[in-house]
């Protein structure tokens, strides 16, 4: 006769593999901070971000004024990026290049005129809860 121990096990080791799954796919709030020395503004520096790691497709990105800071806004130069969603602080800007794009998969917070330099594109996908099902912003015509 099995003990309710030895039944359980199976059951926990899936639970915890579940949990461990979940984790790794989860949504995570990232912020940049800038002023890396030699790429101060490099978007693809993970000194640059919170977490010390470039943000990714499961990144909720936040872009706050660094103005009083290390005075160095985001720059894309080239690629394209995608991320789960984009918070814009006030006074806070994000450059993207001509050879680059970004991609945002869930939502836009703080998206409002001069926000957004450069010659890249934005792309917004399903935003259907903000009435938007696909939005590119082509700036380079």
């Given amino acids: 006769m099995k003990s309710s121990f030895q039944t359980a096990t199976p059951w926990i080791l899936v639970l915890l593999v579940i949990l461990i799954a979940s984790n790794s796919y989860a949504q995570r ?3 940049w901070k800038g002023g890396t020395p030699g790429m101060k503004n490099d978007w693809f520096c993970p000194q640059n971000w919170s977490t010390s790691s470039v943000p990714d497709e499961f990144s ?17 130069k080239s690629g ?5 969603s984009l918070q814009i602080l006030s006074n806070a800007v994000l450059t ?19 926000k957004i330099k450069g ?8 935003h259907s809860d903000q009435g938007i099902t ?8």
């Fill in 80 to 84: 394209d990026v995608e991320i789960n």
């Fill in 29 to 31: 709030a990232i912020t």
């Fill in 119 to 126: 010659e890249g594109r934005l792309i917004l996908e399903d």
């Fill in 60 to 76: 909720d990105v936040i872009i706050p004024d660094v103005s009083t800071s290390t005075f160095a806004s985001p720059v894309i």
């Fill in 96 to 114: 993207i290049d001509k050879a680059a794009s970004v991609i945002v998969t869930s939502r836009v917070i703080g998206l409002t005129p001069g």
């Fill in 134 to 141: 696909r939005l590119v912003a082509d700036r380079s015509n």
